[in-house]
């Protein structure tokens, strides 16, 4: 994920978890009892919103290939900090950073199997 798009989606949680938290906050104001099943309900989304904004700062696993075959890894925040991590770490004469993706588990199974 690109620096560009963590920044557009923190933001639209952010927002999302202020309207949340409003209407909670009017629910519990007017006393509606026969609501508490729905604020439970947004409470629960207020988590999950929370979790996810709190996910986009998270250092994440990227995959590196390099031009000359072969891969490694490096752990960065976004797309762009992973290349610059990685060119950084493995730019050699002998070795020269292609691509960055994010690991999967899937993916680097696939790649280890190049070592059995």
Known sequence: ???????MRSHTYTK???ALKLAVDSLSNFGCGEAAEEMLTLDII???????????????EYMISFEEGGW???YATNDEDALIAAKKEYDEEHTKVSSVYLASPAGIEAAMRSFY
Request: glycine content about 0%; overall charge positive; proline content about 0%.
């Open 72 to 74: 490694n890894t490096v």
């Open 16 to 18: 999302r978890l202020k």
């Open 1 to 7: 994920m690109t620096k560009e798009t963590i920044a």
């Open 46 to 60: 207020i988590a999950e919103y929370t979790e996810r904004l709190n996910n986009l700062s998270v250092s994440k």
